[in-house]
């Protein structure tokens, strides 16, 4: 059994002396690991940081099997960032939610593409964390959570919509919701809602406070997990940003 293909590094654990197991998410293959003979050693030791961009061969006897891998140097993303905080954590929290979210050896070709167009976002301008935003969407849309926010959920209307109900995922309009605003979640002004008053900042963490509840709900408390720390790391460095601002 054998394959190639593109893959984003998730992580790496060292086995044995000089050798490391690989966690990919890959196009046309999955979330997927395998063995790299020799990974530890230092000199190869920035090509498996997480957030790389590799080609990667995997070979094995049977398709259980851990097999081992091949990973051709691509773009180095992770060593950009060593300078820049809160890019570094916003690379760290979307390659932990790959790695904690999706099952095993199961392709998610849009996900991997989107996932590659936010590490690309990362390196050209500040647009990244709606990117990211909108990245942990499409991750919810393709497991089977997608969230529905093109009309209320009680009245059918498309305007005024500034609510989610955190049962159904459907958007609710400021009327229809008003009696029960303190057990529905805001729908941010990045998703097409009214959001609330406050800084684009704020409204991205309503949005990322939106998506980490269902990913938490529907991905995190079946696996009796909670979201990665990653992931809150990085929402504890924009809340200061907020702070701050």
Excluded at 95 to 119: C, H, I, K, N
Aim: a neutral charge.
């Amino acid at each position: 059994m054998e394959w190639t293909d593109r893959a984003i590094i998730l992580g790496a654990r060292r086995q044995g002396e000089s050798s490391l197991i690989l966690s990919l998410l890959t196009r046309e293959h999955g979330r997927h690991k395998g063995l790299v003979r020799g990974g530890a050693r230092s000199r190869q030791r920035g090509l498996y940081e997480a957030g790389n961009v590799v080609g990667a061969s995997w070979r094995a006897r049977l398709a259980e099997h851990l097999g081992q891998l091949q990973i051709e140097p691509g773009r180095f993303h992770a060593a950009a960032f060593l300078d820049d905080p809160l890019r570094l954590a916003c690379l760290e929290a979307a390659v932990a939610m790959a790695e904690a979210a999706l099952p095993e050896r199961s392709p998610y070709p849009g996900l991997f593409d989107s996932l590659t167009a936010l590490l690309e976002r990362l390196d050209r301008d500040d647009g990244f964390a709606v990117c990211h935003l909108h990245w942990e969407r499409h991750l919810l849309a393709d497991l089977g959570y997608g969230l529905d926010l093109a009309s209320c959920a009680a009245t059918g209307t498309t305007e005024d919509l500034a609510y989610v109900s955190p049962r159904s995922g459907r958007a609710v309009s400021r009327t229809a919701g008003a009696a029960y605003r303190d057990r529905l979640l805001v729908l941010p002004r990045l998703f097409g809602g009214t959001g609330r008053d406050g800084s684009d900042l704020a409204d991205l963490l309503d949005g990322l406070s939106l998506t980490g509840s269902f990913l938490d709900r529907h991905v995190f408390q079946p696996q009796r997990r909670g979201l990665p720390e990653a992931r809150n790391r990085y929402l504890d460095r924009l809340g200061a940003l907020v702070r701050m601002a």
